[in-house]
């Protein structure tokens, strides 16, 4: 230690406090400013939290002055009990191995991504260097100061920008109009042929909606704007359509916009249920029943909590960004590969619609309420079952990335029947959605206030079983169009008791106009809406992908029709006691295996936890143990076949080809020893 000593020299920046600048300086370039960049610009996080840019700054400010000052304590304590060569060990030490931390995981995201390890090596000889020159020059405070400034470049660009942009002119209303009430209701992810057959019919099982149907008019050729939702639904409120040809600033201000709701709370209570976005109310005649219904000190916590997950998550490299939490109904996918709504959204959340409506109309019973609910009861992975309960986690945990059951990481699939079990999945959260539509439908009939309030349920954008592709883009045109980009679009006009079916080509842009006309409200002479539903879509919808950042903009085909992928044994089951016995004949189920199949006895089955009585499984065969051209094998629970197991095809196999990964869903057994699965015999 004493030769040691002698090489490196003797420390002379003996400041405790210059020294906690060193290790701040270090956690500003490292953490804080690839954190900022996500943050400070990106308005949809602001608006999501109902926060001005400036809580960022002192959040930050803040954060930073702790830090330094517990820092600049500790080093404190040990400059005044501790010998001088003691005091410079263990300064030395704390600089190497915090520079080391920072440094380390600066470079396994970002420079060394695919070689992580190398970027803790290079990371630690960089720490030494920083770790020398800390000992002998007393730069500390100069480094926090260039550090900073480049921190706060994104953050003075967010305020500058919005600061430039001019406040939109207010509503005006016509006084003659008797406003109805408004419930604007977005199943998230809901495409149109999983709700609807081609004619405008509602899907068997979905009664609540065949009931709204009957006074409402359906929209048949709908499609939305986007295919991610913190692009389609601010569009939707915005009456916004072509997203491609918007510039990235108008795109920004649109995504961190309510668009037209706070023009109409002049005059509406507003009631907002969504897992994006808040509506901050100013007085009792407003209910906040989403993210916004906390208080202050609760609204400001949760925004701390969020921002430190968002540097977590941005900033550093496994395995330390495991330990952040998604950001739940925050900022969709705000770091690469990020999920929109966390690992386990909320489902069941019409509740809060009931009891917002009740709180405004008891707070001010004169005006009408606008109720906006955004749902992702309907928002892969589908996990329910006909009851309701949930079958498996938000997460599979064999294939990394995997969204749902039978999907490989790429969120596609190797076999037409694993679409179908998850069309069957798809089609009992719908149910569930349905259900709580009618619950919130009951109430508004129970209290009078059906007839007098216009009714909206659409969705944000749909999603497709794919080949190649990823869900929300599509394999090809055709799906692209009747399943992603076309959405439901049911309207109840005020007053509307007779049902209609309107098959002309429209934009979801379009439903802002509509309500606005409903109200009788006239937005400021800077607003710019697509026209209402009772007039065409100049030159056809326009859906634009986002994904990756990416804003190519698809125009509708002329002559395009879409096609409906879904067939009847993809909703109704075979036999309502095994419903997700896909491919497997009726007779077959509650009886032993036939002829012809033999049991795996080397097969590993694993049971994923829920909470249905109906049970997940996962099966792993030698891909020699059952014929080539075996599709589906059957699953039984103490000898009786109770369901089907689906395998992947050849380039879903679990390790590339000598092991061939199944999937089943079966009603729960007393004990996973019980279950067996066997195949036709090669």
């Known amino acids: ?91 030395s030490l704390l600089m190497l191995v915090v520079a080391w931390f920072f440094i380390g995981n600066v470079l396994a995201v970002t420079l060394l991504a695919s070689s992580p390890g190398l970027g803790a090596l ?48 207010a509503y005006a209303f016509d006084a003659a109009t008797n406003r109805p009430n ?19 019919t509602p899907r068997p099982g979905l009664t609540n909606l065949a009931a709204l149907a009957k006074d409402s008019t359906v929209y048949t050729h709908a499609y939305t704007a986007a295919n991610f939702t913190d692009y389609a639904v601010p569009a939707m409120l915005n009456g916004d359509v072509d997203l491609s040809t918007m510039s990235d600033a108008d795109i920004q201000r649109m995504r961190s916009s309510l668009g037209v709701i706070p023009g109409l709370a002049s005059k509406y209570s507003v009631v907002m249920e969504s897992p994006v976005f808040s509506y901050d109310c100013q ?14 000190i609760g609204k400001y916590w949760s925004f701390v909590k969020d921002t430190a997950a968002i540097a977590g998550k941005t900033a550093l490299a496994a395995p330390f960004s495991g330990a952040f939490p998604a950001v739940d109904g925050k ?19 019409v509740g809060n619609v009931i009891s917002g409506i009740d709180q405004v109309t008891k707070a001010n019973a004169d005006a009408p309420f606008l109720a906006f609910w955004h749902t992702i009861r309907t928002h892969a992975p589908w996990v329910l079952d006909p009851e309701g309960n949930q079958i498996y986690p938000a997460r599979v945990p064999v294939v990394d990335g995997a969204h749902m059951i039978g999907e490989e990481a790429d969120e596609t699939y190797t076999s037409d029947d694993l679409k179908k079990l998850e069309r069957r999945l798809w089609h009992y959260s719908v149910a569930d959605f349905d259900r709580q539509l009618g619950e919130l439908i ?72 509509t309500v606005l006309a409903a109200a009788g409200a006239t937005p400021g002479s800077d607003a710019s809406f697509a026209p209402d539903l009772s007039q065409p879509m100049p030159g056809g919808p326009v859906f634009t992908n986002v994904k990756d950042g990416a804003m190519t903009g698809w125009h509708y085909p002329d002559g395009f029709v879409d096609k409906d992928p879904w067939q009847q044994d993809d909703i109704v089951p075979a036999d309502s006691a095994f419903p997700f016995a896909v491919g497997v004949d009726a007779a077959l189920l509650g009886k032993s295996a036939p002829d012809g199949f ?38 039984t629970d103490a000898g009786t076949v109770v369901g ?35 195949c036709t015999i090669p």
């Open 1 to 91: 230690m004493t030769d040691l000593g002698r090489r490196i020299g003797q420390r002379t920046n003996l400041s405790p406090a210059n020294n906690a600048s060193w290790l701040l300086a270090v956690a500003i370039l490292a953490i804080v400013i690839p954190a900022n960049d996500k943050i400070a610009s990106n308005l949809v996080f602001f608006a999501a939290h109902d926060v001005s840019p400036v809580a960022w700054a002192v959040v930050l400010v803040v954060g930073l002055v702790v830090f330094w000052a517990v820092l600049a304590g500790v080093l404190w304590l040990m400059r005044r009990f501790l010998p001088a060569r003691a005091y410079d060990v263990v300064a």
């Open 122 to 169: 290079l990371g630690l000889v960089a720490a030494a260097a920083l770790t020398l020159l800390a000992r002998r020059f007393a730069m500390g405070s100069i480094l926090v100061v260039f550090a900073g400034v480049a921190a706060a470049v994104p953050l003075v660009a967010t305020l500058w920008n919005g600061a430039q942009a001019p406040a939109p002119n």
């Open 182 to 200: 408004v419930v604007w209701v977005i199943s998230d992810e809901l495409s149109y042929p999983a709700a609807f057959a081609e004619d405008g």
């Open 283 to 296: 007085d009792a005649s407003c209910a906040s029943v989403g993210v916004g219904g906390a208080s202050v």
């Open 331 to 349: 900022w969709s996918n705000f770091w690469d590969g990020g999920e929109e709504f966390g690992n386990d959204p909320e489902g069941e959340t």
């Open 442 to 513: 009951d109430h508004l009939k129970a209290t009078g206030q059906y007839d007098n309030t216009m009714i909206v349920v659409t969705a944000d954008h749909g999603a497709a079983m794919t080949d190649t592709a990823d869900r929300r883009v599509g394999d090809d045109e055709e799906q692209r169009w009747s399943e992603i980009a076309h959405v439901p679009l049911v309207i109840k006009a005020p007053g509307q008791t007779t049902g209609a079916v309107n098959t002309d080509v429209h934009a979801s842009g379009q439903i802002a106009a």
């Open 598 to 635: 033999r049991a795996l006895g080397d097969a590993t089955i694993q049971a994923l936890p829920g909470e249905s009585d109906q049970q997940a499984l996962i099966v792993d065969r030698p891909s020699a143990s059952c014929s080539p051209e075996d599709r589906i094998g059957l699953v």
């Open 644 to 678: 089907s197991v689906l395998w992947e095809g050849p380039s879903g196999s679990a390790d590339g080809g000598t092991t061939t990964r199944g999937w089943a869903i079966v009603p729960r057994a007393a004990a996973l020893s019980d279950y067996a699965v066997s």
